[in-house]
């Protein structure tokens, strides 16, 4: 490596012919210092006889840098430098070690000879240019740059940085710092021949840049590995600093003990050979973790969930059918076709003990027994009971599970489910499956496709287990109010059994045997304090309720019981037989009426059925004429069906005028406004066609319809009665509110079978499938 030296002159002169010595991976500048080690046997005599003589030299660089014992003229640079030696040290082995100052730089013009050595005829060389405000500038730069790089090599003296800082040549400034940088030969050769002092400190510039990237880059790369480094060595010894401590505190490592405890959880699991190698791959991994790492508690809840789930514990099934029915019948009153399957469920296994579970929908109003019925059922199987809502659910991993990637990952609420309930095979509800969502997190109907499929359900796989688990033996019960929005595939794969809602008589036979019991013992009542006779719950479901369930007429009867406490609490009274006369105290006034007598005693009014979701109801048709020209006004938040069916309605009348005795220039001189109240709610369906026909043809022919008379159909213009759905619901709501004759299409005469017997004894029926018969039963005659 190159020393820098005082700036001083070297008065020494510079003979026409010097003995030149070939440098093979060195290149010195004038005013450096240069250690050399010479070994060919002609540069040793060359050295030699330098040495009797001045100790002048001229040192040039090999083009192709190889190292030989003779060189050719032509294998030299023709630029070069004038050296004195300062320091000659001959070694055992015939070599000599020279410590050499360079002085000028030099062109050789002609080599002499090049025996014994090498002899040139050279030329001294003067630097060009001169000192100015850019020379000034990039100087400047240099010595920055330098003092950057000698901040950076650990093998540079730190004095080399304030030594740079002191030279003003820029010549010998550029030469010191090119001298000094590592550099290739070939590189160091470039500066050495450039003599235009602007142009040499260009170079330079290029040279310190490059060299300081590549400083800058290697400190940057070994101080993250030295981060790294240092961060492993402090946990390390934080580590053994807390094993130490915990020896001394007589507290042992619970790591070898955890890993043993879950060896045996997985040996006694009895999971399946998928999920035991999936066990023991991460069991593996965990004993390789400190128990401190974050990796170690996501792998022990892993296992933790492989080992807890019951992949082989099951309940023994109670296949008593007798003592099933007696259970059913106890916790529930009527729902004969849910009961009838069960029962039919149950036969099956005891004929078939590997048939595969049923996959259930019960579809009704609220307030109908649906999950209670659920819970009944598993009592009756001698299974474990477990539910979860879906109601509002729109995340596709809330049925699957979240994938082990992400933070706080769990399974599904199927598999939490499942372990919840330590069996394999218990009764698992999902109610509201009809209030399913979905968004940009997926579709949870759409993975429920596999959890019902018998056909696919042996082998479901939740996304944080990620091993397949057999679902085929749970017993799957959905819930829905409305089936008309659970995706038809999801649909396909449930047997739907309709709870359709419940008479008068039923619900005061329910009230009896199990919502006034319930409501008396929560209230903190016994039964020789009060007494609810059936009159009282009579008034509660015709004044204070209307719905198909059962609900808001057990609330009422909370409200009754609430103020029986009151005054047994109060001591006003020790026992009180609530009269339906005495119901007003309590909940104050009727809230529901029957309007079905008042709202029909004028021509053009009209009782139709409706369906809804929450049951079936009533539904008025009012209309009325004025002086106009065939204007026609339809009011009360009507659906396009709806309207629809009052244009085909009115048109069918206009074509039979004749026939019903209108005259041929009535609507021609008449507007007709027809209005449905309760404007507020909106309401659609072709169901109301006859009652728009009856309303119209009333109004018309100015004859009344029949007071207590409902009907339901869709018409068409040819004058035909069509079938139409909901008839068990728009029944219960017509027999609720004291109809006492329906009116319905013939082909929906099949669906009476589903009707209570208390429902057909009160009601006379009417099923007809033309327009002209619906007016002939449901006018009255003039």
């Not at 004195?84 to 015939?94: D, F, P, Q, R, V």
């Not at 006034?589 to 049951?615: D, K, N, Y």
């Given at each position: 490596?190159?020393?820098?030296?005082?700036?001083?002159?070297?008065?020494?002169?510079?003979?026409?012919?010097?003995?030149?010595?070939?440098?093979?991976?060195?290149?010195?500048?004038?005013?450096?210092?240069?250690?050399?080690?010479?070994?060919?046997?002609?540069?040793?005599?060359?050295?030699?006889?330098?040495?009797?003589?001045?100790?002048?030299?001229?040192?040039?660089?090999?083009?192709?840098?190889?190292?030989?014992?003779?060189?050719?003229?032509?294998?030299?640079?023709?630029?070069?430098?004038?050296?004195?030696?300062?320091?000659?040290?001959?070694?055992?082995?015939?070599?000599?070690?020279?410590?050499?100052?360079?002085?000028?730089?030099?062109k050789i013009n002609e080599f002499v000879n090049d025996r014994p050595y090498l002899r040139a005829k050279v030329e001294l060389l003067e630097d060009a240019g001169k000192s100015d405000k850019e020379t000034d500038a990039m100087m400047s730069n240099i010595v920055s740059l330098f003092n950057r790089i000698v901040s950076l090599s650990p093998g540079l003296p730190k004095e080399i940085g304030p030594m740079a800082n002191s030279i003003n040549e820029p010549g010998t400034l550029a030469d010191m710092v090119a001298s000094t940088i590592n550099a290739s030969p070939e590189e160091k050769q470039i500066v050495l021949e450039l003599f235009d002092l602007k142009y040499r400190l260009k170079e330079v510039t290029r040279l310190v840049n490059y060299q300081l990237e590549i400083l800058e880059l290697g400190n940057k790369i070994q101080t993250q590995v030295k981060g790294d480094m240092d961060k492993r060595q402090r946990e390390y010894y934080l580590r053994e600093q807390l094993k130490a401590i915990k020896e001394e505190l007589g507290e042992t490592d619970d790591a070898p003990v955890e890993i043993d405890e879950y060896r045996t959880k997985i040996e006694e699991s009895e999971m399946p050979e998928e999920a035991r190698t999936e066990a023991d791959r991460e069991l593996k991994r965990l004993s390789r973790m400190h128990p401190s790492s974050s990796e170690y508690t996501v792998a022990s809840t892993y296992i933790d969930w492989l080992t807890a789930i019951p992949w082989n514990k099951q309940t023994e099934d109670s296949l008593e059918i007798k003592k099933a029915r007696k259970i059913l019948d106890r916790d529930h009153y009527g729902l004969e076709k849910a009961k009838k399957r069960i029962i039919e469920y149950l036969a099956v296994r005891r004929l078939n003990p590997d048939s595969k579970g049923p996959i259930l929908c019960f579809a009704g109003p609220p307030g109908t027994g649906k999950t209670s019925l659920g819970r009944s059922i598993a009592n009756a199987l001698g299974r474990k009971f477990i539910r979860i809502s879906l109601g509002g659910v729109r995340d596709e991993a809330e049925i699957r599970g979240h994938r082990r990637t992400y933070v706080g990952a769990l399974p599904g609420r199927i598999i939490q489910g499942i372990r919840r309930a330590e069996t394999n095979n218990p009764v698992f509800m999902m109610d509201e499956i009809d209030k399913v969502g979905s968004d940009f997190r997926g579709d949870p109907s759409s993975a429920l496709l596999e959890v019902l499929d018998p056909?696919?359900?042996?082998?479901?796989?939740?996304?944080?287990?990620?091993?397949?688990?057999?679902?085929?033996?749970?017993?799957?019960?959905?819930?829905?109010?409305?089936?008309?929005?659970?995706?038809?595939?999801?649909?396909?794969?449930?047997?739907?059994?309709?709870?359709?809602?419940?008479?008068?008589?039923?619900?005061?036979?329910?009230?009896?045997?199990?919502?006034?019991?319930?409501?008396?013992?929560?209230?903190?009542?016994?039964?020789?304090?009060?007494?609810?006779?059936?009159?009282?719950?009579?008034?509660?479901?015709?004044?204070?309720?209307?719905?198909?369930?059962?609900?808001?007429?057990?609330?009422?009867?909370?409200?009754?019981?609430?103020?029986?406490?009151?005054?047994?609490?109060?001591?006003?009274?020790?026992?009180?037989?609530?009269?339906?006369?005495?119901?007003?105290?309590?909940?104050?006034?009727?809230?529901?009426?029957?309007?079905?007598?008042?709202?029909?005693?004028?021509?053009?009014?009209?009782?139709?059925?409706?369906?809804?979701?929450?049951?079936?109801?009533?539904?008025?048709?009012?209309?009325?004429?004025?002086?106009?020209?065939?204007?026609?006004?339809?009011?009360?938040?009507?659906?396009?069906?709806?309207?629809?069916?009052?244009?085909?309605?009115?048109?069918?009348?206009?074509?039979?005028?004749?026939?019903?005795?209108?005259?041929?220039?009535?609507?021609?001189?008449?507007?007709?406004?027809?209005?449905?109240?309760?404007?507020?709610?909106?309401?659609?369906?072709?169901?109301?066609?006859?009652?728009?026909?009856?309303?119209?043809?009333?109004?018309?022919?100015?004859?009344?319809?029949?007071?207590?008379?409902?009907?339901?159909?869709?018409?068409?213009?040819?004058?035909?009665?069509?079938?139409?759905?909901?008839?068990?619901?728009?029944?219960?709501?017509?027999?609720?509110?004291?109809?006492?004759?329906?009116?319905?299409?013939?082909?929906?005469?099949?669906?009476?079978?589903?009707?209570?017997?208390?429902?057909?004894?009160?009601?006379?029926?009417?099923?007809?499938?033309?327009?002209?018969?619906?007016?002939?039963?449901?006018?009255?005659?003039?």
């Open positions: 490596m190159s020393k820098t030296i005082q700036q001083e002159k070297i008065k020494t002169e510079l003979p026409d012919i010097i003995p030149v010595l070939p440098l093979f991976d060195a290149v010195l500048f004038p005013k450096m210092m240069l250690p050399l080690m010479v070994m060919q046997g002609e540069s040793i005599q060359l050295v030699d006889e330098v040495m009797t003589k001045d100790r002048i030299i001229g040192l040039v660089v090999s083009r192709d840098g190889k190292p030989r014992d003779s060189h050719d003229f032509s294998q030299l640079h023709n630029i070069g430098t004038s050296a004195l030696i300062l320091k000659m040290a001959k070694t055992e082995e015939n070599r000599s070690q020279l410590l050499v100052q360079g002085m000028n730089r030099f056909e696919q359900n042996f082998s479901f796989s939740d996304h944080y287990l990620d091993v397949p688990f057999d679902l085929s033996k749970v017993m799957f019960i959905m819930t829905a109010n409305i089936i008309d929005t659970i995706p038809p595939a999801l649909r396909d794969r449930m047997e739907v059994l309709q709870l359709l809602g419940y008479t008068a008589d039923e619900k005061i036979k329910i009230a009896k045997r199990y919502l006034i019991p319930r409501q008396r013992k929560e209230n903190g009542l016994k039964s020789d304090q009060i007494v609810i006779n059936g009159g009282t719950v009579k008034k509660l479901i015709s004044g204070y309720t209307r719905e198909a369930g059962l609900r808001n007429l057990e609330r009422q009867i909370a409200g009754i019981c609430r103020g029986v406490a009151t005054k047994v609490a109060e001591g006003d009274a020790k026992f009180v037989r609530v009269k339906a006369a005495d119901v007003s105290k309590y909940l104050g006034q009727i809230r529901f009426t029957s309007e079905a007598v008042e709202r029909t005693i004028l021509p053009g009014i009209a009782i139709g059925l409706a369906w809804t979701p929450s049951g079936g109801e009533i539904l008025f048709i009012e209309a009325t004429s004025m002086k106009g020209k065939k204007g026609l006004t339809l009011t009360g938040h009507l659906g396009n069906v709806m309207k629809e069916s009052v244009a085909a309605a009115l048109s069918f009348i206009r074509s039979n005028s004749s026939m019903l005795g209108i005259d041929d220039d009535y609507f021609d001189q008449h507007d007709i406004h027809v209005h449905v109240p309760a404007g507020a709610i909106p309401k659609d369906g072709p169901s109301a066609g006859v009652t728009m026909l009856c309303a119209l043809t009333s109004l018309v022919t100015d004859r009344k319809v029949k007071k207590k008379l409902a009907m339901t159909g869709e018409i068409t213009l040819r004058g035909q009665v069509l079938p139409v759905g909901g008839i068990k619901e728009k029944l219960l709501a017509a027999h609720r509110a004291g109809i006492q004759t329906v009116v319905m299409p013939l082909r929906n005469k099949k669906d009476m079978e589903d009707i209570p017997e208390k429902i057909s004894q009160d009601i006379a029926f009417h099923f007809v499938d033309k327009m002209i018969d619906v007016l002939k039963i449901a006018l009255e005659k003039k």
